[in-house]
T-cell receptor, first 116, second 111 residues
């Protein structure tokens, strides 16, 4: 089974802190994604990556950056955390290429971040 | 509006009843998927239907797709309390390279 592991389930940080959210997948997937989930807004894509050292902006990249130094690890960075970044953050991975099976995403359990 | 809008937003039924959730979308798609999310957890993929398919079954799940109406439905038959969760549809657009999720339907199955 595919396993996507997020380093923390719950995180509490102060305004202005630099925050790192880590995600590791064990199935050699090329694609990795970071979403945030808020009530009434569904899942919104922050950043995604198709390969090591490669990144693409999603719908709401402002205030975030990412790092993908190794294929299995995709980090989300909040450069200076703000209270409006309090949210549930979900990491996902998928295979790359043609074919519908490669469109299926596998999710981690999520990190609930509170910025005070 | 978002691609992939679910209806209803919330649904409460008794154990043993069927649950139907609907999803509408706006653009041409390659496939449509349904995911489930238990409270406070990540999403789990349930079923995928291609744009050239009209119906698909998996266990107690039945998904239909009407590309002319740009809509899909997810039917869960003989529901159980353990089916209580949020259900999301997600579309993979023909011109795109990523999934776009709707806002979800919260299903509560009462024992």
């Amino acid at each position: 089974d595919v396993k996507v592991t997020q380093s923390s389930r719950y995180l509490v940080k102060r305004t202005g802190e630099k925050v790192f959210l880590e995600c590791v997948q064990d199935m050699d997937h090329e694609n990795m994604f970071w979403y945030r989930q808020d009530p009434g807004l569904g899942l919104r894509l922050i950043y995604f990556s198709y390969d090591v050292k490669m990144k693409e902006k999603g719908d709401i990249p402002e205030g975030y950056s990412v790092s993908r130094e190794k294929k299995e690890r995709f980090s989300l960075i909040l450069e200076s955390a703000s209270t409006n970044q309090t949210s549930m953050y979900l990491c996902a991975s998928s295979l790359w290429g043609e074919g519908v099976a490669k469109n299926i995403q596998y999710f981690g359990a999520g990190t609930r971040l509170s910025v005070l | 509006s978002q691609q992939g809008e679910e209806d209803p937003q919330a649904l409460s039924i008794q154990e043993g009843e069927n649950a139907t959730m609907n999803c509408s979308y706006k653009t041409s798609i390659n496939n449509l998927q349904w995911y489930r999310q238990n409270s406070g957890r990540g999403l789990v993929h349930l079923i995928l239907i291609r744009s050239n398919e009209r119906e698909k079954h998996s266990g107690r799940l039945r998904v239909t797709l009407d590309t002319s109406k740009k809509s899909s439905s997810l039917l869960i038959t003989a529901s159980r309390a353990a089916d209580t969760a949020s259900y999301f549809c997600a579309t993979f657009e023909t011109s795109g390279s990523r999934l776009t999720f709707g806002e979800g339907t919260q299903l509560t199955v009462n024992p």
